[in-house]
């Protein structure tokens, strides 16, 4: 047993007297408790549980000034662990004597920043010294009371009495809420947890004890909707009948009863497939515990045809047939058209096919039809990052989490959003709750791992950089490389295969590390894409090429070329050859002399857009129509370095500032390269360009979107990578004409050529 004698244990409810006290005796249970006091309005005797008088609480506002300005003058210890009936003490062996050392501990919202994000009250420690200090008059506007605790007041409570608050990772072993469940905790908080925390055999005698009033509660509903995502269809008919019995006019609660009801009928895909929804759970823990959905609306003949064909469609759509499915879909709709099930697929079919302005009322619709079905709010939130509306996909992902916080696709979404608006440290934090949730989800170590190099985390980044490996489209899908895998021993005259992966940018960033190979004794064999063969054969060492798709020679060992900098252990401070270490092939330099003539001006190369299937083009690219203000300027030559459709827009520009388009002479890397070195300057978007003039030490600025590549870090506007560079970045998301007015100050600046 846990000796706490320094603390009192306390429990105050006025409603669900029954279940107030099994909390109280569970916690008592497993911990020596100096007192225990039960503030309660009945007399209840119960042998070593102090009763206290209190009138009725008649509402959340009563409780609050209970704990927060009442609760004092009762305690005599120097701390107090306060608990509710619907969390208590869980895992006493967890106990933690770190957690003595704060003044208040409960687990964390992850709705507010990291470091300002403890926590619930529900369960939760608190010392004699806040007790004291929460007379302040100054603390008066309380609301609820673990908020005005937490956030309202802290400032105050930190500031004026010295009062500490602890660190994450503490607070997520001592209690959770609505984040996922660690391996253990010493407590929890909420309803909707009983699932987790709750033996099956006493769910019926908690439910014949609780309250009426908290039948209306969300809590109960969700609790329901978690033991069904889980399978534990009893359960769930047991918690939609006690809200029946309370509550019989639930429309929603009595479609959920008829759904667990229907368990056997037949599953609308495979137990262990991915679920259509896409989030990235396997069917049975998400749709599949749902059976037919959470439609039809009502049980009419036309609803259950239409519950038929939802599950064809399901199986259509979760095979990859998703413009059948989505008719299918449609067709339902038109028979019932607030069939949840059908309007959220068809609002994820819609979103498959790159149709936002159809998707988004749909997901938007489901999400209102069925409000306890996390993995709505997940894929509305999803369809919202797509069309760029970032700040409104966030309470969607916090909202999917609060319903069911096992997802770990939501975790990673969550995390990807929080990133796009520069809250690194809450994204960190939700990309580590994706993992520990799902230790295996590749994406997940992934995403991690561009926000840690973005924060400048290098050493944990580079290891989870080595993640991308197990996911197709950036490396998973590459040929395996015969020989095995190098991890950075010596073995002086080894053939060593270096394999480049993902992009052109990628390949010229990484060939640095290639030299130091050589310089440790292997012989290298560096494999790349075909048209960056000449370019690369001017790295020092002059390593053997092989074009990407040739046979290749057998080797002793093998590793890609992406891994190396975590491999040598170089951070980008110390990265070699941050000046030149590629080289313009001299007579393809001079081939440009003719076709630029003479020079009438500064000449500054030019590239406004990558790649449009790059997953962050929408935001990294920008319309060459944006740059007039600078392809105006005087005694300037620019120059088209544009590839690809984007050079369509330069018929778009007014023949007397349109620059020259080079596209024609630019066959490969090493033409290009030939033409920067003619070139005062490059100015380009994030792209492959912009890596080959840093590379060739060319000056180039480059026009970063708010949310930069991990490459460029965050406010700077020079580069490690790069001694050349100089980096112009957006303030404000979009805000591409404040970028381009910066530009156009510094071309102001008193000029030389290079």
Partial sequence: MIDLSDCTLVCADTRNHALALRALNISRGACRFARTLFFTDREIAAEGIQVVPIAPLASAADYSRLLVKELSAHISTAFVLVVQWDGYVLHPEVWDERFRDFDYIGARWPWLPPGNDIGNGGFSLRSRKLLDALADPEISDIGVEDVAIGQTYRGLLESRYGLRFPPAELADRFSFE???LPAKTFG???????????????????????????TATPQLRVLGANYLSVGKHAQAILVFERILQARPGEAEVSRLLKLAQRRQSTPLAGRNDPCPCGSGRRYKACHGALGAGLAPASQDAPTQRGETEVQQALRLHERGDVAAARAIYQRVLAQSPDDPVATHFLGVAAMQQKDLDTALPLLAKAVRLAPEEPNFHNNLGLALADAGRIEEALPCYERSLAIDSRNAGAWSNLGLARQEVLDLPGAIAAFRSAIALAPDLGRAHWNLAMALLLDGQFSEGWR???????????????????????????????????????????????????????????????????????????????PQLLAAGSARPGCDLQIPLPSLPGLLGLPPAVAPAREAYLHADAPRAARWDDWLGPRRGRR??????????????????????????????????????????????????APEHRPRDASAGLLDFADTAGLIAKLDLVIAVDTSVAHLAGALAKPCWLLLPFAPDWRWQLGRDDTPWYASLRLFRQTLRGDWPTVVQQVALALGEPWSAS
């Avoid at 005259?493 to 960033?509: K, S």
């Avoid at 962050?616 to 300037?636: I, Y």
């Fill in 178 to 180: 609505t984040l996922p």
């Fill in 188 to 214: 929890f908080h909420a309803l909707y947890n009983f699932w987790r925390t709750l033996p099956d055999a006493e769910l019926p005698i908690v439910l014949a004890a609780l309250a009426d009033a908290n």
């Fill in 464 to 542: 989870e950089y080595e993640w991308r490996t197990r996911i197709d489209e950036l490396g998973g899908k590459l040929p395996p490389a015969a020989g095995r895998r190098w991890q950075g021993e010596d073995a002086p005259g080894a053939t060593l295969l270096v394999h480049a992966e993902q992009g052109y940018g990628d390949c010229i960033q990484f060939a640095r590390y290639v030299p130091l190979l050589k310089a440790r004794g292997f012989e290298v064999v560096l494999e790349c894409q075909p048209a960056l063969l000449t370019l690369l054969a001017t790295l020092p060492g002059n």
């Fill in 604 to 653: 500054i190369g030019l590239v406004w857009a990558g790649n449009p299937a790059h997953r962050n083009d929408r935001n990294r690219s920008l319309p060459l129509a944006l740059l007039a203000p600078l392809l105006a300027l005087p005694q300037t030559e620019w120059i088209s370095l544009q590839m690809g459709a984007a050079r369509d827009q330069l018929e778009g520009i």
